[in-house]
Each structure stands twice: as structure tokens, then as C-alpha cells.
């Protein structure tokens, strides 16, 4: 089970960068894929999450932390069994490790846990995004 997550590096306030997650060795089709930052000293936090597409519906449901929305934009593409995270404005508080995650969330639980780290299955290793001039 492997979950890769890459395209960090420097950017300017203002600027954008798109992170991409791999997923490998399970079937991440039927997991929700969460987004979490860590910066120096500071707690790991949940950033966005989208709903596995497995559900009767057939659509996703996203998530975004209070701090990203209208900024972030998050997706998944079950083919390719990637996500990704479009960043955009981005400003120095936003500079971090940036993980990506796999989880069987409920759907009933999805508003409330989606930030939980402790629901999360799979982790990937982090790439690391400084936002600076």
C-alpha cells in the first residue's frame, strides 16, 4: 500500500502550485482522499477531503478547512487512482508539509470526521510547499 504525494516547492505569495496523490497496492476507488499540512510547530491539520465515488450516487461529496476555501480546489480521478490539490493565492501560512490520505469514512461521519486523523487507513510521505518572496 503506497500513497505518493508530489509537485511541493517555492512559490511566491499570490502564486499556485498543484499537488498530485498516487495511489498504489489498494483499491483506492472505494476510500475517501484527505489532504492534511503540517507546519513547524504546529499540529498536523485536515485541509480538504473528497468522498470516495462508490456510493449509490455515483458523485462525490468535498470538504474544505476554513482557512483554504475558495482558494483550494480538490479532485480525484478513480482511472488514474490519483487526487489532487490545486492551490491558488497562496500565502506564507500556507507553507507546510502537505500529506495526502486514504479513508473509509461513513457517509453520515464525513462532515464531522473528515479532519480526524485517526480515521485515516493510509498515509503518504509529505511534500513540502513554502509559500515566500
Known amino acids: 500500500v503506497q500513497l505518493q504525494a508530489s509537485g511541493g516547492g517555492l512559490v511566491q505569495p499570490g502564486g499556485s502550485l498543484r499537488l498530485s496523490c498516487a495511489a498504489s497496492?489498494?483499491?483506492?476507488?472505494?476510500?475517501?482522499i484527505g489532504w492534511f499540512r503540517q507546519a513547524p510547530g504546529k499540529e498536523r491539520e485536515g485541509v480538504a477531503l473528497i468522498s470516495s465515488s462508490s456510493g449509490s450516487s455515483g458523485g462525490t461529496e468535498t470538504y474544505y478547512a476554513d482557512s483554504v476555501k475558495d482558494r483550494f480546489t480538490i479532485s480525484r480521478d478513480d482511472a488514474k487512482k490519483t487526487s489532487t490539490l490545486e492551490m491558488r493565492i497562496l500565502k506564507p501560512e500556507d507553507t507546510a508539509v502537505y500529506y495526502c490520505?486514504?479513508?473509509?469514512?461513513?457517509?453520515?461521519?464525513?462532515?464531522?470526521?473528515?479532519?480526524?486523523?485517526?480515521?485515516?487507513?493510509?498515509w503518504g510521505q509529505g511534500t513540502q510547499v513554502t509559500v515566500s518572496s
Open positions: 497496492g489498494f483499491n483506492s476507488h472505494y476510500y475517501d
Open positions: 490520505a486514504a479513508a473509509r469514512i461513513p457517509p453520515v461521519f464525513l462532515a464531522t470526521k473528515w479532519y480526524v486523523r485517526q480515521v485515516y487507513d493510509y
